[in-house]
């Protein structure tokens, strides 16, 4: 079944620390996208990439960072500049970035918490 | 830009009972409208699109939702419920040809027996 996997489910950071979320997909799909949920506050935009070794900032794209060096990848990392990362993060993808193309596909999320 | 407003955050329903999720939006041109349902610690699932054509769209799980362009609205209607439907519900907007979807705030919507 194609899909998007995201790992792990859970996720826990030091203080100073910097992790990194994955994120694959098996739908051919040119675009993909990180979104931040937190609660009550619907899904913002971190990043998006349209294309491979091609990607943009989002909405709230500060103390993140991201790379697109294969169509199926598109890991998130999140940095120790990130000063309030604890939330629940999706990944999603679509068949290209325009808007008749849509919808979005979502994974089932990394949930990331500080220790 | 555009922006989504969903009325209500939280709806109680009970078992077999009707249920409407009211989602406002805002925007200067054309939009794309979505419904997706979120159910606890998954993704979203896409419920239905309007892209254009008739205003009444037809999704899974037997939702309906009717945009009404005249008033920016786009909610979201089950004539029926089940106990399964409990879920947070997200409206969502895009402009023709913009990658960036615009979410609601979401709406938790618990059915009880």
């Known amino acids: 079944d194609g899909g998007i996997t995201q790992s792990p489910k859970y996720l826990f950071r030091k203080e100073g620390q910097n992790v990194t979320l994955s994120c694959e997909q098996n739908l051919n799909h040119d675009a993909m996208y990180w979104y931040r949920q937190d609660p009550g506050q619907g899904l913002r935009l971190i990043y998006y990439s349209q294309i491979v070794n091609d990607f943009q900032k989002g909405d709230i794209a500060e103390g993140y960072s991201v790379s697109r060096e294969k169509k199926e990848s598109f890991p998130l990392t999140v940095t120790s500049a990130q000063k309030n990362p604890t939330a629940f993060y999706l990944c999603a993808s679509s068949i290209d970035g325009q808007g008749v193309n849509q919808p979005q596909h979502f994974g089932d999320g990394t949930r990331l918490s500080i220790l | 830009a555009q922006s989504v407003t969903q009325l209500d955050s939280q709806v109680p329903v009970f078992e077999e009972a009707p249920v409407e999720l009211r989602c406002n939006y805002s925007?200067?041109?054309?939009?794309?409208l979505f419904w997706y349902v979120q159910y606890p610690n998954q993704g979203l699932q896409l419920l239905l699109k309007y892209l254009s054509g008739s205003t009444l769209v037809k999704g899974i799980n037997g939702f309906e939702a009717e945009f009404n362009k005249s008033q920016t609205s786009f909610h979201l209607r089950k004539p029926s419920v089940h106990i399964s439907d409990t879920a947070e519900y997200f409206c969502a907007v895009s402009a023709f040809n913009d990658y960036k979807l615009s979410f609601g705030a979401g709406t938790t919507v618990t059915v009880r027996a």
């Open positions: 925007s200067s041109v054309s939009v794309y």
